[in-house]
Each structure stands twice: as C-alpha cells, then as structure tokens.
C-alpha cells in the first residue's frame, strides 16, 4: 500500500483514466466491428461515417495515436470499397 498521499492520489487518477481509456477503446472497437460486420455497402458506409469520427476523436484525445488511426481507417476504406 502507498505511503505517501501524492502515490495514493495517483493510484486514485490513474484508476480513473484506466477505466475511462477502457470505455472509449471500447467504443471504438465496437465502431470497427459494426463496419466489419455490416450486410451492405450502404450500411458500411454510414457505419464507417460513425468509426472515422470516433478514431478521430481518440486521437484527439491521445487515446490512440494518429498513425494508427490512419492505419485503421485505411484498413476499413478498403474494406468497404471491395464490396459489390
């Protein structure tokens, strides 16, 4: 256990960001997987509206990096221009 009360304020903070880091991955899991699992292109499409957002804003809020939200939403670009 933590001694001093800056080590028992941090442990406290850092809970809090863990669980609120957990929550929007989670989100946006979520958002890729509705575009992966969509039945047509315009339903991806508009599921794909909601993920370029969401990666955007964790970004934003230096949840994920910038390249990896590139990289994801390269990755669900192609996927929905492949289907017919």
């Known amino acids: 256990m933590a001694h001093h009360k800056s080590a028992i304020k941090r442990i406290r903070t850092s809970l809090k960001q863990r669980a609120y880091n957990r929550e ?3 989100r946006m899991r979520a958002a890729i ?3 992966l699992k969509s039945e047509n292109k315009e339903q991806a499409l508009e599921n794909l509206k909601t993920a370029y957002s969401l990666l955007d804003q964790m970004v934003k809020k230096n949840i994920i990096h910038k390249n990896k939200a590139a990289n994801q939403k390269s990755r669900l670009s192609r996927f929905v221009n492949s289907m017919s």
């Open 33 to 35: 997987k509705a575009v």
């Open 24 to 26: 929007n991955r989670g």
